[in-house]
């Protein structure tokens, strides 16, 4: 198993993405940029760093595992232990691992852990198919080729002189009102911004969506459900362990799922965030582990496939 394929496939639909006990990868948004000196124009992009302080399980990870390789959720925590043991032992024997289409992770000489991430790899969806290109300035071979004017002083004085300067300073006038009604009409090529910002996406959840299926390509809009009033849920806080159906950075998007559920017959609320930031809906309420994944197995037949247990 190559953990870091499921973990590049999670980069492209989440900010964050924790490795258990090991620490998290997070993505940041980059604007496009145009290096001036080296003539390289870069499309916006999603940076990736490392920080080692994220070692706290939110499920994600483990979560997308189970569904790839058909296994328990269990079983995927043990799997994702396992590749963690890995890679301590191999930053420790060779001071360095690479997971590929993600970065390099090595000691350096401080004793320091150091990432360093791929960068031919852009898990920014709106920067699909984008790719860095050089911009080389336009040379006007027609004006190199003209023999520079050569205008010749003379110090005698001319009766002609003062007509001369009068003559000189109508020119001047005359250039400088003509420059100032033909400036709408010149082009402002520091304008043409072909990666402006967008407006933001709104996405609605839509009930037959799989929401732990990963989309590597531009994520598709689907507002097929509208709420008009949005739905109060109320808060699960009587017990520690409940099924949860899906997680969700916007808010109406999960009164949207509980409101589905309830529908069904389904007592689901929404019962926190975690440490991403998500909306968590949690449905049931359990005293034990072992009482929660007793139903899961019905849960994930009759109402949502992709579910697991949360402790909260």
Request: overall charge neutral; glycine content about 4%.
């Given at each position: 198993m190559q953990l870091e394929e499921y973990i590049s496939e999670l980069l492209y639909d989440h900010d964050c993405v924790i490795v258990p006990d090991f620490g998290g990868f997070i993505g940041n948004y980059a604007p496009a940029r145009l290096d001036e000196v080296k003539h390289l124009f870069e499309p916006p992009h999603k940076k990736i760093i490392f920080n080692k302080g994220l070692i706290q399980n939110d499920g994600l990870l483990a979560n997308h595992l189970s569904i790839r390789e058909q296994i328990a959720y269990n079983e995927a925590l043990k799997?994702?232990?396992?590749?963690?043991?890995?890679?301590?032992?191999?930053?420790?024997?060779?001071?360095?691992?690479?997971?590929?289409?993600?970065?390099?992770?090595?000691?350096?000489?401080?004793?320091?852990?150091?990432?360093?991430?791929?960068?031919?790899?852009?898990?920014?969806?709106?920067?699909?198919?984008?790719?860095?290109?050089?911009?080389?300035?336009?040379v006007n071979e027609e004006a190199?080729?003209?023999?520079?004017?050569?205008?010749?002083?003379?110090?005698?004085?001319?009766?002609?002189?003062?007509?001369?300067?009068?003559?000189?300073?109508?020119?001047?006038?005359?250039?400088?009102?003509?420059?100032?009604?033909?400036?709408?009409?010149?082009?402002?090529?520091?304008?043409?911004?072909?990666?402006?910002?967008?407006?933001?996406?709104?996405?609605?959840?839509?009930?037959?969506?799989?929401?732990?299926?990963?989309?590597?390509?531009?994520v598709k809009d689907t507002l097929n459900i509208v709420v008009t009033e949005p739905v109060k849920a109320?808060?699960?806080?009587?017990?520690?362990?409940?099924?949860?159906?899906?997680?969700?950075?916007?808010?109406?998007?999960?009164?949207?799922?509980?409101?589905?559920?309830?529908k069904k017959n389904v007592e689901a609320s929404i019962i926190g965030k975690n440490p991403q930031g998500l909306y968590i809906v949690g449905c049931g309420g359990y005293s034990s582990y072992n009482e929660a994944e007793a139903h899961l197995d019905t849960f994930r037949k009759n109402v949502q496939e992709n579910a697991w247990v949360f402790k909260k």
């Open positions: 799997r994702i232990a396992g590749e963690v043991s890995r890679y301590r032992n191999e930053l420790k024997e060779s001071k360095r691992i690479v997971l590929d289409n993600i970065g390099v992770l090595y000691i350096d000489e401080a004793g320091n852990l150091v990432f360093q991430a791929d960068e031919k790899v852009n898990y920014l969806p709106e920067a699909f198919g984008l790719s860095a290109f050089y911009r080389l300035p336009v190199e080729k003209k023999e520079p004017v050569v205008v010749q002083l003379h110090k005698e004085r001319s009766r002609l002189r003062p007509y001369a300067v009068a003559a000189a300073i109508g020119a001047l006038i005359a250039s400088t009102f003509w420059f100032t009604v033909n400036e709408t009409n010149l082009v402002n090529y520091s304008s043409f911004n072909l990666f402006g910002k967008k407006e933001p996406v709104q996405y609605v959840f839509n009930s037959t969506d799989n929401i732990s299926k990963i989309n590597t390509v531009p109320p808060e699960i806080t009587s017990s520690p362990y409940h099924i949860v159906a899906g997680c969700f950075r916007i808010y109406e998007n999960a009164q949207n799922m509980v409101s589905i559920l309830q």
